[in-house]
């Protein structure tokens, strides 16, 4: 008696998973980034950009050596949707880490698309993994301005 009601029940729950509508794709949701510096912009342009890379032989001043300038205030507009003079993409491409110049200038890897194969910062250690994973969560999550 016990398997015939457990032969019933499985028959049945498969006729109802059958009659069940088709799962659907919701609204789109925002990329969850950890708390921490991919959270806001000025917090990777004071612990990492600045810094790091806006120093006088690289990108300080309006007028830097190397383009794009990354001193405080300047480095948003400088970075964000402006392209790149070394490939054919923008710096910053808002939600696309992957296809952010600046990601591939930071990786390595710029010489893939036709840029400057030379990873930044040159002539200095290279940015830790987590600064760099916080800039692509940052670019991932639309690249903001606070």
């Known amino acids: 008696m016990t398997r015939r009601l457990a032969m019933a029940l499985a028959a049945a729950s498969s006729l109802f998973a059958a009659c069940a509508p088709e799962p659907g794709i919701g609204v789109p949701q925002p990329i969850q980034v950890p708390g921490g510096p991919a959270e806001h912009f000025s917090t990777l342009e004071l612990n990492i950009l600045v810094p790091r890379c806006a120093t006088a032989s690289c990108h300080a001043g309006e007028s ?52 400057v194969a030379s990873a930044m910062p040159i002539g200095d250690a290279a940015l830790d993994e987590a600064d760099i994973q916080a800039i692509e969560a940052w670019i991932a999550n639309g690249a903001p301005n606070d």
């Open 64 to 115: 830097p050596p190397a383009y794009p300038p990354l001193d405080a205030g300047l480095a948003y507009g400088a970075l964000v949707a402006s392209p790149s003079q070394q490939a054919s993409l923008n710096l910053v491409e808002p939600f696309d880490p992957a296809g952010s110049y600046l990601v591939m200038k930071l990786r390595g890897t710029a010489g893939d698309v036709g840029g």
